[in-house]
C-alpha cells in the first residue's frame, strides 16, 4: 500500500461532517458504494500482502511500513461511523408533521439496517487486518532469524563456539514461535529458513568435534593435549570453551562417553596389561612433559628398571616355591601398589588438561574409566598385602576427593574389607585352635605373676598418681593426669582416694598361673590394643576383635575344665592352679576399662569392658575349689575314722591305730598344702591350710567330748594323742612357709591365724589331768574357747578325788570375783 490510497478512503467517507449535519445529507447508495469500495480495496489489500510473503525481503519491508498508516484509516472510518450513527438517534428524536415524521421513521430503519450491516462487514475488515499484522509479524521474525544465521556463521568462523551455541538456542526459539502444528502446512519461506539453520548447527557440531579431535590425541603410550586450536584467522579456542559448547548443544556428555571409551581402549587397557604382565625387576613409570614446538602437554608411560620389585620377587618366589601351581600363580601377580601411581597421574592429567577443569566433565570420565580401571586391579593384582591394600584405599579417597568417582562408589574399599574379614575369620579360627592346644595341655609350667609387673595394674595406676603436698586430705590430681587415667576431673580425687585406701580390691596378689593362661591373657592384651586402634579409625573390625576376646574367655571356661576335669576334685595342686587362672583372667578383664579407657573414643567404651564375665569366671573357679575342699574333707574324716579316743590305753593297739590315723590325717593336710603352695595366694593359702587342719581338730575335738570316762592311763593317753596332733599341725603349717601357732596356748587368741578348733585342742591338750588350781590359771583362755559343757566334761575327765564338783567349779571360774 501507499499513503495516497490510504489517505483516499478518508476522503471519500462524507460522515466527517460538523455536527448540525440533517438526516437529507445522508446519500444511501453513496454510502454502499463507500462500503463497496472499503471491501473492494480490503481484498486488494489481502492479495497484495500475498503475494509480498513470496516476493523479496525489500518488499516485506516496504509493506510492513504501510501496516501502520492503514490501521489509521480503519480507526478514521470507525470515528465517522459512530458519529453517523449519533446523528441518525438524534433525527429520529425531533417533532414535526406526522406523514413526514412516518416517512424518517420508515428511512430511518432502512439507514440503521444498512448502517448495522456496514459495521458488520467493518468487523471482517478487522479480522483481516489483525490477519495481516500476523503476518508482518512473521516477516519480522524471519527478517531476524535470517540476521541471527548471518551472526552465527560470523561467530563460528571466528571460532566463538560458547556464543555461538548460545545463538543457536535463541534462533531455534524464534523459529518455535512461527511454527506450524503440521511442518506441511508451513510456508516454504519459514520452511527454507529452518533447513539453513538445520545445516548451520549440523556445521557448528562438526567443527566443534574437529576442535576436540585437533586438541586431544591418543597413542599407544601418550596422551597429547593441546592447550589451545586455531584455525585460519579464527581467534585461539581452549579445551574448556569447546566443553561449554557441546554442554549447550546437549552434546556433551556423548562426546566425553567417546572419548574416555577411545582413551580406555588406546591408552588405559594397553598399560593395564602390561603392567600385570611385566616381567621381574620392572615398573611402569609415567611422566608429563610439555611441547613448546606443537604448543601441547604430553602425558608418556614407560617400563623401567626397579631393584625393590625384583628383590620382593625373589623372595616371593622363595617363600612359596613348595606351593601348588595355582598357589605359585596367584603370588606371581604384581603387586597393585607399584601400577597406583601411574593411575593417579593419568587421571590428574585427564582432569587438568581433558576435561577443562569441568568436574562435570571429570565426573563423565570417571564414570566410563573407574569400573574398567578397579575391576582390572582386583582381578590382575595382588591387593592383599597390607601395603597394597592402604595404597587401594588412599587412591579410591583421593579419586572420591578430586570427583572423579561418586563418594558412595566402594568398589575397592569394599573389597579390602571384604578380604579384611576373611583374614580376620581366618586369624579368628587359629586364634581360637591355638587356644585351644594351650588349654588342654594338662600339666603346663608355672608363670609367676604380682601386680607390680602386670600392664595396667593398680600399682602402675598409683604410680601416675602426684604426690600428696601441704592438704594431706586433698588430692592434687591434676587435669593432665586426670586424662592420663582416662577419668573425669570430678572423678579423680575420689579415685586416687579410692586406690590409695581400697587399692587391695583390684590389686593383684602374688600368684603362680599356667602358662597357657598367662599366654591366653597376653593375647586377650594384644587384641585389646589392635581394637582401640581399628576403634580409632572408625574400624568396625572393632566389634570382631571384641567378640574374639569373649569367645577365647568362653573357651578357658569351657576347655580348662574340662581338661583337667579328673584331676580338679582329687588334686588339691590342679584345682588350685585353675583357681589361681581364673582369679588372673578376672583381674586381667577388670583392670581393661582402666588400662584403655583413654585410648578409646568415647561412644566405644564399651569395647574395654567385659565385668558380665566376671562373676561367671570367679563362680567356675570358686566352685571347683569348693568341691575339692569338701574331697578332702571326706578324705580326712575317712582316714581319721580308725582314731578311737575310747578304746583302750596307751599300751594298746588302739593307741597306735589313732596314732596312725592322726599322723595319716595331718599328712594328708601337708601334701595338699604344699601342693596349693605352688600356685595360690599367699592369703589364700593360709586360710586354705587353716581350714584344712581345722578340719583334722575339729574331729578330735567333737571325739574328745564324747567321752563318758576316762581313766588316769586314758587320760595321759588322750593328751599324747593330742600332743601328737598339735605337732603334726605345725609341721603342716611350716611345710607351706606358715608362721606356727605358739607352744603357749594361751597366746593363741592374739594369733591372726584362724584354725578352726585348734584353740579348744591346745587348751585340752594343756589341761587334760589337771586340777582346779591349774584351771583357774587358764580361766580367761577357758572360758573364751571352750563352751560350758566343755569346760564340764574336761574337768569330769581331769579329776577323780578333787574336793569340789565340776558344776561348783565352773561357777567358780564364771564368776567376776
Same mark, same amino acid.
Given at each position: ?15 466527517a ?6 438526516t ?10 463507500? $462500503?463497496?469500495?472499503?471491501t ?5 489489500? #489481502? ?9 523479496? +525481503? ?35 428524536g425531533?417533532?414535526g408533521?406526522?406523514?413526514q415524521?412516518?416517512a ?17 462487514e ?23 532469524? +535470517? ?5 552465527l ?61 585437533? @586438541? ?10 593441546h ?5 585460519g ?12 559448547? @557441546? ?6 556428555s ?6 574416555a571409551?577411545?582413551?580406555l ?6 598399560l ?12 611402569? !613409570? ?28 625373589? $623372595?616371593?618366589?622363595? =617363600? ?8 605359585k ?24 588438561? %581433558?576435561?577443562?577443569a ?34 587401594l584405599?588412599?587412591?579410591?579417597s ?11 562408589e ?28 594351650? /588349654? ?10 604380682c601386680?607390680?609387673t602386670?600392664?595396667g ?17 586433698k ?11 582416662? $577419668?573425669?576431673?570430678s ?8 586406690l ?19 599366654r ?6 594384644? /587384641? ?8 580409632g ?29 579328673? #584331676?580338679?576334685?582329687?588334686?588339691p +595342686? ?29 561412644? !566405644? ?6 565385668i ?25 574324716a ?22 596312725a ?22 592369703? %589364700? ?19 574328745l567330748?564324747?567321752?563318758?570316762h ?6 595321759g ?29 594361751e ?9 578352726p ?8 591338750? =594343756? ?6 588350781s591349774?584351771f583357774?590359771?587358764?580361766r ?5 574357747? /571352750? ?5 564340764? !566334761?574336761? @574337768? ?16 567358780? $571360774?564364771?564368776? =567376776?570375783?
Amino acid at each position: 500500500f501507499d499513503s495516497r490510497q490510504t489517505q483516499s478512503l478518508g476522503v471519500g467517507v462524507r460522515f466527517a461532517a460538523p455536527a448540525t449535519m440533517t438526516t437529507e445529507e445522508v446519500n444511501l447508495p453513496t454510502l454502499r458504494r463507500l $462500503l463497496a469500495d472499503v471491501t473492494r480495496k480490503a481484498d486488494q489489500a #489481502q492479495a497484495r500482502v500475498f503475494a509480498t510473503i513470496d516476493a523479496k +525481503h525489500a518488499e516485506f519491508i516496504s509493506a510492513s511500513d504501510q501496516v501502520g498508516d492503514l490501521r489509521g484509516a480503519l480507526e478514521i472510518l470507525r470515528s465517522d461511523v459512530n458519529k453517523a450513527a449519533g446523528q441518525l438517534r438524534t433525527a429520529s428524536g425531533n417533532g414535526g408533521d406526522p406523514v413526514q415524521s412516518a416517512a424518517c421513521t420508515q428511512q430511518d430503519g432502512t439507514l440503521v439496517a444498512k448502517l448495522r450491516l456496514a459495521v458488520a462487514e467493518h468487523g471482517e475488515f478487522q479480522a483481516e487486518l489483525d490477519s495481516l499484522g500476523a503476518s508482518s509479524r512473521v516477516l519480522k521474525t524471519m527478517l531476524e532469524a +535470517h540476521r541471527q544465521l548471518g551472526e552465527l556463521d560470523r561467530l563460528s568462523d571466528a571460532g566463538r563456539y560458547s556464543k555461538a551455541a548460545e545463538l543457536t538456542l535463541e534462533i531455534a526459539v524464534s523459529l518455535q514461535t512461527i511454527s506450524a502444528p503440521k511442518h506441511e502446512t508451513e510456508p516454504g519461506l519459514v520452511q527454507a529458513a529452518k533447513k539453513s539453520f538445520y545445516q548451520r548447527r549440523r556445521l557448528l557440531t562438526d567443527r566443534l568435534d574437529s576442535a576436540l579431535l585437533h @586438541m586431544v590425541q591418543l597413542h599407544g603410550r601418550s596422551v597429547a593435549a593441546h592447550q589451545r586450536h586455531e584455525s585460519g584467522a579464527a581467534e585461539a579456542t581452549s579445551v574448556q570453551q569447546v566443553w561449554e559448547a @557441546m554442554h549447550v548443544l546437549d552434546m556433551r556428555s556423548r562426546r566425553v562417553e567417546q572419548l574416555a571409551e577411545q582413551l580406555l581402549r588406546v591408552v588405559l587397557q594397553p598399560l593395564l596389561d602390561t603392567a600385570r604382565r611385566l616381567p621381574a625387576g620392572q615398573v611402569i !613409570k609415567a611422566k608429563v612433559t610439555g611441547d613448546k614446538a606443537h604448543e601441547c602437554i604430553v602425558w608418556a608411560w614407560d617400563t623401567a628398571q626397579e631393584s625393590r620389585i625384583l628383590e620382593e620377587r625373589v $623372595l616371593n618366589a622363595n =617363600d612359596h616355591s613348595a606351593g601348588g601351581s595355582a598357589g605359585k600363580e596367584q603370588k606371581r601377580r604384581p603387586s597393585a601398589r607399584d601400577v597406583l601411581p601411574v593411575l593417579e597421574s593419568l587421571f590428574a592429567f585427564v582432569q587438568e588438561h %581433558l576435561s577443562g577443569a569441568s568436574s562435570d566433565v571429570y565426573s563423565l570420565f570417571g564414570k566410563r574409566l573407574w569400573p574398567a580401571t578397579s575391576s582390572c586391579l582386583l582381578r590382575h593384582f595382588d591387593t592383599c598385602d597390607a601395603d597394597s591394600s592402604e595404597s587401594l584405599e588412599t587412591f579410591e579417597s583421593l579419586m572420591q576427593s578430586t570427583g572423579f568417582v561418586a563418594t558412595r562408589e566402594k568398589t575397592l574399599s569394599r573389597h579390602i574389607r571384604e578380604h579384611r574379614r576373611s583374614l580376620g575369620e581366618l586369624r579368628r579360627t587359629t586364634m581360637l585352635a591355638e587356644a585351644r592346644g594351650w /588349654l588342654m595341655q594338662g600339666d603346663t609350667p608355672l608363670v609367676s605373676v604380682c601386680d607390680a609387673t602386670e600392664p595396667g595394674s593398680v600399682t602402675q595406676l598409683l604410680a601416675k598418681l602426684p604426690s600428696k603436698q601441704a592438704t594431706p586430705h586433698k588430692s592434687n590430681l591434676t587435669a593432665a593426669t586426670s586424662a592420663d587415667l582416662g $577419668l573425669d576431673a570430678s572423678f579423680s580425687e575420689e579415685f586416687s582416694q579410692l586406690l590409695q585406701q581400697e587399692g587391695g580390691i583390684l590389686r593383684l596378689p602374688t600368684m603362680n598361673v599356667s602358662s597357657a593362661t598367662h599366654r591366653l591373657v597376653s593375647l586377650i592384651r594384644t /587384641l585389646m590394643d589392635e581394637t582401640v586402634k581399628l576403634a580409632g579409625e572408625g574400624d568396625a573390625a572393632a566389634e570382631d576383635l571384641n567378640r574374639l576376646v569373649r569367645e577365647l574367655c568362653a573357651l578357658f571356661a569351657i576347655l580348662r575344665p574340662y581338661a583337667q576335669k579328673a #584331676q580338679l576334685r582329687t588334686s588339691p +595342686h590342679s584345682c588350685a592352679i585353675f583357681l589361681a587362672d581364673c582369679l588372673y583372667l578376672v583381674h586381667a578383664l577388670l583392670i581393661l576399662p582402666y588400662a584403655y579407657r583413654k585410648q578409646l573414643p568415647s561412644n !566405644k567404651l564399651n569395647l574395654s569392658i567385659f565385668i558380665d564375665l566376671v562373676p561367671q569366671l570367679r563362680i567356675l573357679g570358686e566352685s571347683h575349689f569348693l568341691a575339692m575342699l569338701r574331697h578332702m574333707q571326706e578324705q580326712i574324716a575317712v582316714a581319721l575314722g580308725p582314731c578311737d579316743l575310747a578304746a583302750g590305753g596307751a599300751q594298746d593297739r588302739a593307741y597306735i591305730a589313732a596314732e596312725a590315723a592322726l599322723g595319716s590325717a595331718v599328712q594328708r593336710v601337708k601334701l595338699a598344702a604344699q601342693g596349693m603352695a605352688s600356685s595360690l595366694p599367699q592369703q %589364700l593359702l593360709h586360710e586354705t591350710a587353716g581350714l584344712l587342719l581345722g578340719i583334722v581338730c575339729q574331729d578330735l575335738r567333737g571325739k574328745l567330748f564324747k567321752l563318758q570316762h576316762a581313766t588316769p592311763d586314758q587320760v595321759g593317753y588322750l593328751s599324747a594323742l593330742l600332743a601328737f596332733a598339735l605337732n603334726g599341725g605345725r609341721q603342716a603349717l611350716a611345710a607351706v612357709g606358715m608362721e606356727t601357732p605358739p607352744e603357749d596356748a594361751e597366746q593363741l587368741v592374739r594369733s591372726s591365724i584362724k584354725i578352726p578348733s585348734w584353740g579348744a585342742l591346745a587348751v585340752a591338750a =594343756d589341761l587334760l589331768g589337771s586340777g582346779f588350781s591349774r584351771f583357774m590359771e587358764k580361766r580367761m583362755l577357758l572360758l573364751t574357747t /571352750l563352751r560350758k559343757e566343755e569346760v564340764l !566334761k574336761l @574337768m569330769y575327765l581331769s579329776w577323780r578325788d578333787e574336793f569340789l564338783p565340776p558344776e561348783e567349779a565352773w561357777e567358780a $571360774l564364771n564368776s =567376776d570375783e
